[in-house]
């Protein structure tokens, strides 16, 4: 509310951050981020002296998959294509990040002037503040001939701002209903990792700087494990 940061203690921040899990524990978890970040800055600019929100946790995340299984993935490409014109524009985004494993904004803003050869080279983005460096879309063929065919009568590539209907629907018609639009990402990490592509390139390709934070889109697969453990097993023996 209009109540000031130096004034709030810490059970003011707990009540606040029960009645939000009370509705969604990952909204709530997102929220007590967010304040934790807050106060850190205030005491880093010398303004507080303390952060009574550090002793709070979050909600245990709940497990579920992020990733499709060879069904799943079937039955999102039937839907996807199912849709037709009426949304041509969306269902060529959500493909795109399908294909690339790019953040929504990252693509959904991307320019025809940010395409150069099979790379999409964003100079403003998400993270530029943390890494110093444009944001390089890789485009695979499949990704390429999908921007080929997009018309450029507008600066953006893919010129769609909003995709929830389109994704909407696609989760109906696929029984997808447990997926955000943001899990396209994980898939892509997942399926990359579980083909023999390291976290290091995968982290190369979706833009993260740090093998932790790519950690926690690497879901390996039982039948990739066996694999591994017997060529290590193969080379050790």
């Given at each position: 509310g209009?109540?000031?940061?130096?004034?709030l203690?810490?059970i003011?921040?707990?009540?606040?951050?029960?009645?939000?899990?009370?509705?969604?524990?990952?909204?709530?978890?997102?929220?007590l981020?967010?304040?934790?970040s807050?106060y850190?800055?205030?005491?880093?600019?010398?303004?507080?002296?303390?952060?009574?929100?550090s002793?709070?946790?979050k909600?245990a995340?709940?497990?579920?998959?992020?990733y499709?299984?060879?069904?799943?993935?079937i039955r999102?490409?039937?839907a996807?294509?199912?849709?037709?014109?009426d949304?041509?524009?969306?269902?060529?985004?959500?493909?795109?990040?399908?294909?690339?494993?790019?953040r929504?904004?990252?693509?959904?803003?991307?320019?025809?002037?940010?395409l150069?050869?099979?790379q999409?080279i964003r100079s403003?983005h998400k993270t530029?503040?943390a890494t110093?460096?444009d944001?390089?879309?890789?485009?695979s063929p499949?990704?390429?001939?999908?921007?080929n065919?997009?018309p450029?009568e507008?600066e953006?590539i893919f010129n769609?701002?909003?995709?929830?209907?389109?994704?909407?629907?696609?989760r109906?018609?696929?029984?997808?209903q447990?997926?955000?639009?943001?899990?396209?990402?994980h898939?892509f990490?997942?399926?990359a990792v579980?083909n023999g592509?390291?976290?290091i390139?995968?982290g190369k390709l979706?833009?993260?700087?740090s093998v932790?934070?790519?950690?926690?889109?690497a879901?390996?697969i039982?039948?990739?494990s066996?694999?591994?453990?017997?060529?290590?097993g193969n080379?050790?023996s």
């Amino acid at each position: 509310g209009n109540r000031k940061m130096i004034d709030l203690e810490t059970i003011d921040i707990y009540q606040e951050f029960m009645k939000i899990s009370s509705r969604s524990e990952s909204v709530a978890n997102k929220c007590l981020q967010h304040i934790k970040s807050c106060y850190s800055l205030a005491m880093d600019l010398g303004l507080l002296k303390y952060n009574p929100a550090s002793s709070i946790k979050k909600n245990a995340s709940q497990d579920r998959i992020r990733y499709f299984t060879p069904e799943q993935t079937i039955r999102f490409k039937k839907a996807l294509f199912s849709l037709g014109e009426d949304h041509k524009f969306a269902t060529a985004l959500i493909y795109g990040l399908y294909l690339t494993g790019a953040r929504l904004g990252e693509l959904r803003d991307a320019k025809w002037t940010d395409l150069k050869g099979n790379q999409i080279i964003r100079s403003e983005h998400k993270t530029k503040k943390a890494t110093g460096k444009d944001r390089i879309i890789y485009l695979s063929p499949e990704a390429m001939d999908l921007v080929n065919r997009m018309p450029r009568e507008n600066e953006y590539i893919f010129n769609c701002k909003y995709v929830k209907t389109a994704w909407n629907k696609i989760r109906k018609l696929a029984d997808l209903q447990e997926f955000h639009l943001h899990d396209l990402r994980h898939n892509f990490c997942t399926q990359a990792v579980n083909n023999g592509i390291d976290l290091i390139r995968v982290g190369k390709l979706v833009g993260h700087k740090s093998v932790e934070t790519m950690e926690k889109y690497a879901h390996i697969i039982d039948q990739t494990s066996e694999q591994d453990i017997k060529q290590i097993g193969n080379l050790l023996s």
